[in-house]
């Protein structure tokens, strides 16, 4: 990529407009979001004020009392980063540290909540993704899963093929499963992040690209043939050709033919062999998205799951303020239900996203933000 399609992805990806400025806008915004020096962001962004592709405005940041010159996309410019950031998430990244985890770019992007040019930044040229030391840390604040990863442990050397783990969102399905995934010496791993808008055509494309890279191309040929009744009848006996996990993140509301779909694997299960699929859903997935029945369940065709928010301990652990009184503990611990995103939030004091993620009102926002620095006398 040429710089200047780094600063156009950039600015996208900020999210800044003349509404809603972003310190990403700013010069030294750009300067640390594209790794260049900010004295070199000037003549960077020339051209691409000449061309219509970004305006440059006088804009003031909260807490910066100076207005200060400020970039964002016009609707051509917007238009040419979302061409570049389409063409690029569909590359294909491997993880390092987990055996041969594969997923787009784009998921990767959305998994490990990087912005695509950090991704680009930590990938090797061999298309491996280096995870920064943060994202290390990160994996020291995984507390209390002992009893899951043991269940998931369990799950993997038996004869279900299917485990479906639901969760309130912010839970930590995600990173349970990358922790788990670490634990797997035989399987490749297949992952991709749904979407509302995903059809059953993104799902056999990431998963007969997935077979063909490893040898297995009936798959593909039949996708790229159109012949669809065919593929999804050989599907599981393809799936099963590679020793394989399958993750599919982020299930919630997605449409009737991904449903079709999964209950046409689940109804097919014992086909998949030593393959196995894991899907992270939402506690609150509708009724008419769940693709099995109670009659799965108790065939050992699909084994649930369900995650439960920290004990008392380990979220105080989180929370890290180890002298917050015992009132003021019980109170954030009452409202988070041991949620380990809300808690991180409120450690890190991060109000707004705190509001955004939630249902809290402000007043609950107010008291969780002064409890975390209540301190006992």
């Given at each position: 990529?040429?710089?200047?399609?780094?600063?156009?992805?950039?600015?996208?990806?900020?999210?800044?407009?003349?509404?809603?400025?972003?310190?990403?806008?700013?010069?030294?915004?750009?300067?640390?979001?594209?790794?260049?020096?900010?004295?070199?962001?000037?003549?960077?962004?020339?051209?691409?004020?000449?061309?219509?592709?970004?305006?440059?405005?006088?804009?003031?940041?909260?807490?910066?009392?100076?207005?200060?010159?400020?970039?964002?996309?016009?609707?051509?410019?917007?238009?040419?980063?979302?061409?570049?950031?389409?063409?690029?998430?569909?590359?294909?990244?491997?993880?390092?540290?987990?055996?041969?985890?594969?997923?787009?770019?784009?998921?990767?992007?959305?998994?490990?909540?990087?912005?695509?040019?950090?991704?680009?930044?930590?990938?090797?040229?061999?298309?491996?993704?280096?995870?920064?030391?943060?994202?290390?840390?990160?994996?020291?604040?995984?507390?209390?899963?002992?009893?899951?990863?043991?269940?998931?442990?369990?799950?993997?050397?038996?004869?279900?093929?299917?485990?479906?783990?639901?969760?309130?969102?912010?839970?930590?399905?995600?990173?349970?499963?990358?922790?788990?995934?670490?634990?797997?010496?035989?399987?490749?791993?297949?992952?991709?992040?749904?979407?509302?808008?995903?059809?059953?055509?993104?799902?056999?494309?990431?998963?007969?690209?997935?077979?063909?890279r490893r040898g297995r191309k009936r798959a593909l040929e039949l996708f790229q043939d159109?012949?669809?009744?065919?593929?999804?009848?050989?599907?599981?006996?393809?799936?099963?050709?590679?020793?394989?996990?399958?993750?599919?993140?982020?299930?919630?509301?997605?449409?009737?033919?991904?449903?079709?779909?999964?209950?046409?694997?689940?109804?097919?299960?014992?086909?998949?062999?030593?393959?196995?699929?894991?899907?992270?859903?939402?506690?609150?997935?509708?009724?008419?998205?769940?693709?099995?029945?109670?009659?799965?369940?108790?065939?050992?065709?699909?084994?649930?799951?369900?995650?439960?928010?920290?004990?008392?301990?380990?979220?105080?652990?989180?929370?890290?303020?180890?002298?917050?009184?015992?009132?003021?503990?019980?109170?954030?611990?009452?409202?988070?239900?041991?949620?380990?995103?809300?808690?991180?939030?409120?450690?890190?004091?991060?109000?707004?996203?705190?509001?955004?993620?939630?249902?809290?009102?402000?007043?609950?926002?107010?008291?969780?933000?002064?409890?975390?620095?209540?301190?006992?006398?």
């Amino acid at each position: 990529m040429t710089v200047n399609e780094k600063i156009l992805l950039h600015l996208k990806e900020c999210r800044s407009s003349k509404e809603n400025l972003s310190p990403g806008a700013t010069q030294e915004g750009i300067a640390q979001g594209v790794d260049i020096r900010r004295s070199h962001v000037p003549r960077a962004v020339k051209k691409l004020v000449s061309d219509g592709s970004v305006e440059e405005i006088k804009g003031r940041l909260p807490g910066r009392a100076r207005k200060m010159k400020m970039y964002v996309l016009t609707e051509s410019g917007m238009r040419i980063a979302k061409d570049i950031s389409d063409e690029i998430e569909k590359q294909t990244v491997i993880i390092r540290g987990v055996e041969q985890t594969e997923m787009t770019l784009r998921d990767a992007r959305l998994v490990f909540e990087m912005t695509t040019l950090e991704i680009l930044r930590n990938m090797s040229p061999e298309g491996i993704l280096e995870i920064p030391e943060e994202m290390e840390e990160e994996e020291m604040e995984f507390l209390n899963r002992k009893e899951e990863l043991a269940e998931m442990g369990e799950w993997i050397n038996q004869d279900t093929a299917i485990l479906v783990i639901y969760s309130p969102e912010g839970f930590g399905k995600t990173q349970l499963a990358r922790r788990f995934l670490k634990t797997l010496k035989k399987f490749d791993v297949c992952w991709r992040e749904l979407a509302e808008d995903d059809s059953t055509f993104e799902l056999y494309q990431t998963i007969s690209d997935f077979l063909a890279r490893r040898g297995r191309k009936r798959a593909l040929e039949l996708f790229q043939d159109g012949e669809i009744d065919s593929l999804l009848s050989t599907l599981p006996d393809e799936m099963a050709s590679v020793p394989s996990v399958y993750v599919f993140d982020n299930y919630f509301h997605v449409g009737e033919d991904i449903v079709d779909l999964l209950s046409h694997l689940a109804k097919n299960s014992r086909r998949l062999k030593d393959s196995r699929i894991l899907i992270l859903a939402r506690e609150a997935t509708p009724s008419y998205c769940r693709f099995y029945t109670k009659d799965s369940v108790e065939r050992k065709l699909v084994r649930e799951m369900h995650m439960k928010g920290l004990d008392e301990k380990n979220s105080w652990l989180l929370l890290g303020r180890p002298h917050i009184d015992e009132e003021s503990f019980r109170r954030v611990y009452l409202l988070t239900k041991g949620c380990p995103l809300y808690l991180r939030l409120i450690r890190d004091g991060e109000a707004e996203e705190l509001k955004r993620r939630s249902r809290f009102t402000n007043p609950e926002i107010k008291l969780l933000m002064f409890s975390k620095d209540v301190k006992a006398k």
